[in-house]
T-cell receptor
Framework: EADIYQTPRYLVIGTGKKITLECSQT?????MYWYQQDPGMELHLIHY???????EKGDLSSESTVSRIRTEHFPLTLESARPSHTSQYLC?????????????FGPGTRLTVL | AQTVTQSQPEMSVQEAETVTLSCTYD???????LFWYKQPPSRQMILVIR??????QNATENRFSVNFQKAAKSFSLKISDSQLGDAAMYFC?????????????FGTGTRLQVTL
């Protein structure tokens, strides 16, 4: 399996709480991505990063924010969680360069907001 | 914008048999990449196979092969000699060959069941 990790794997939290989903990779990849995936549905890109201090919004609007202070770390934060944020969040990374480069995915965080 | 369509929400195949998963896409670009990803239950998504649009030869990886029809914008996945471990969600994905973002556009997925 790929060397990309996400914590926590499962999170149940109340409305209004601030949460941070962690994502780390040990492959030295410059590019990192966050996808949102509802059960049985496709993945939607919500954030991506080319490298340190680079962050961009993805195709799906999201109230979450991200930061990239270190190459290996790409956390996602929700300042005030709502039930509409209930979903699975997948982190991925890839090498900079050829567009055919594979994206490696983490195991995902399944978030439930009550 | 590119779109990817997987018209088969669920498929079932008997062990050792062959199954084909369908994928069509829409794009105005001439150079791009197509991927099939596998997402097993509660496990990480992994790449199954990739195809470069400028290559006419269909990609093959062991029991997995694709039928890439560029003019028809079709990219189906054939799994031969199906095994129980092939049971998973399969996602077709598109990536433009231009730009540096390397963003993937995914289809809605096909859930494959493998029966004895």
């Amino acid at each position: 399996e790929a060397d990309i990790y996400q914590t926590p794997r499962y999170l149940v939290i109340g409305t209004g709480k601030k949460i941070t989903l962690e994502c780390s990779q040990t492959m030295g990849h410059d590019k990192m991505y966050w996808y949102q995936q509802d059960p049985g549905m496709e993945l939607h890109l919500i954030h991506y990063s080319y490298g340190v201090n680079s962050t961009e919004k993805g195709d799906l609007s999201s109230e979450s924010t991200v930061s990239r202070i270190r190459t290996e770390h790409f956390p996602l934060t929700l300042e005030s969680a709502r039930p509409s944020h209930t979903s699975q969040y997948l982190c991925a990374s890839s090498e900079f360069g050829q567009p055919h480069n594979e994206q490696f995915f983490g195991p995902g965080t399944r978030l439930t907001v009550l | 914008a590119q779109t990817v369509t997987q018209s088969q929400p669920e498929m079932s195949v008997q062990e050792a048999e062959t199954v084909t998963l369908s994928c069509t896409y829409d794009t105005s670009e001439s150079d791009y990449y197509l991927f099939w990803y596998k997402q097993p239950p509660s496990r990480q998504m992994i790449l199954v196979i990739r195809q470069e649009a400028y290559k006419q030869q269909n990609a093959t990886e062991n029991r997995f092969s694709v039928n890439f029809q560029k003019a028809a914008k079709s990219f189906s996945l054939k799994i031969s000699d199906s095994q129980l471990g092939d049971a998973a969600m399969y996602f077709c994905a598109y990536r433009s060959a231009t730009g540096t973002a390397s963003k993937l556009t995914f289809g809605t997925g096909t859930r494959l069941q493998v029966t004895l």
